[in-house]
């Protein structure tokens, strides 16, 4: 798993095989926005000619991660394989999920821990009350789902957690979209979120990712005080009062991570 602090691996430029690192790109390029691809979108997405694009699809058509109507391209169930084998190794998921069990039975509200990848952040383990299932599934927080981590609580606290060094890289690199009004689209107000994150070690993010979805996050931090992922809870409902809500939840998510802090 990348921890937040670290940065990714670098090789010799001779080691890299330059096939496979465009394979994956062309992989990488679907998701929930892009589902289906033909050779011009993927090429546009990867950043490879259309020509290479086309190639790379089809070879992974043929190896059975993509299925494919002779234009469009997407995902088969086979690239479950690689969430599914990390699932089954991670020790995070594992540890966590009995945890977000009992806080989900506790309150009937839905738990999440998150990690960082890039400028998203990856749930790996979730948790919610049966009848909260259908409205977290509606609002993209499903096992495995990406989200933008500026728009997002628990990408507050991750980034809360970079050196200014790291976190001046981050934000030289990432484009801020908007997705409600509420969004930090520019660097200043991000970083103004992320240095209260950083002072309050948890953060409120409130319809910044989702009209009507608020969302509070506070670090998971291993035995040597790491920061190595986030644990945060999704209101299934508006709050009549959110920062009745807050104090209420709060509480209950620092104590959770705290024991876990010694399991990770």
């Not at 109507?69 to 690239?79: E, I, M, N, P």
């Amino acid at each position: 798993m990348t921890r937040p602090t670290e940065a990714p691996t670098t090789i010799a430029p001779a080691d890299l095989i330059a096939g496979m690192a465009k394979g994956m790109a062309v992989l990488e390029s679907f998701d929930t926005q892009r589902q289906r691809l033909n050779a011009t979108l993927a090429a546009q997405r990867a950043g490879l000619t259309r020509a290479a694009a086309r190639r790379h699809l089809l070879t992974l058509a043929h190896l059975g991660y993509l299925e494919t109507d002779g234009s469009h391209f997407w995902l088969s169930a086979k690239v479950l394989r690689f969430s599914g084998s990390y699932l089954a190794s991670a020790r995070l998921p594992r540890v966590a999920q009995p945890t977000l069990n009992h806080l989900a039975a506790l309150t009937g509200e839905s738990f999440s821990v998150v990690v960082p990848d890039g400028h998203e952040v990856v749930i790996v383990a979730r948790s919610g009350p049966p009848g909260a299932t259908a409205r977290a599934l509606a609002h993209g927080l499903h096992l495995g789902a990406r989200l933008p981590a500026h728009a997002t609580s628990t990408g507050h606290v991750l980034l809360a957690a970079l050196s200014r060094q790291a976190l001046d890289a981050w934000c030289e690199g990432a484009t801020l979209p908007r997705l409600t009004a509420h969004t930090p689209t520019r660097a200043a107000a991000l970083r103004r979120g992320i240095a209260r994150a950083r002072r309050q070690d948890w953060y409120l993010a409130s319809e910044t990712h989702e009209i009507g979805v608020h969302a509070l996050a506070v670090p998971l931090r291993d035995a040597s005080g790491r920061t190595v992922a986030a644990l945060n809870v999704v209101a299934v409902a508006v709050p009549p009062d959110l920062e009745r809500w807050r104090e209420r939840l709060l509480p209950l998510l620092q104590d959770a991570a705290q024991e876990l802090r010694g399991l990770l």
